[in-house]
C-alpha cells in the first residue's frame, strides 16, 4: 500500500504545479500530452483519484494527525 500512497502524492503533488501554473495561463499537462487529449484526461483522472485516496486515508497515515503519536503541548 505504501507504492499507492507514494504514488498518489506524486500525482497530487503533478496536479498541484499545473494548477499554480494554470493561474498564470500555462497548463503542463495539456503542453506536454495535448490539449484535450485521452492522456491528459487520464493524468486528469488519475490527480483527482489520487487526491480523494489521500484525504481518505490521510488521518491513518499522518502522523500529525495520529492522537497517538502526538507530542503534548508544553
Known amino acids: ?3 499507492v500512497h507514494v504514488i498518489a502524492f506524486a500525482l497530487v503533488v503533478v496536479g498541484g504545479i499545473n494548477w499554480l501554473l ?19 484526461k487520464i493524468v486528469y483522472i488519475l490527480v ?16 500529525k494527525c495520529d492522537p497517538s503519536t502526538s507530542q503534548p503541548i508544553a
Do not use: E, T
Not at 23 to 37: M, R, Y
Not at 48 to 63: D, E, F, P, T, Y
Open 48 to 63: 483527482g483519484l489520487s487526491a480523494i485516496l489521500l484525504v481518505a486515508c490521510h488521518k491513518k497515515n499522518c502522523k
Open 22 to 40: 494554470v493561474a498564470f495561463n500555462f497548463n503542463l499537462v495539456d503542453a506536454i500530452l495535448g490539449a484535450g487529449s485521452m492522456l491528459s
Open 1 to 3: 500500500m505504501k507504492i
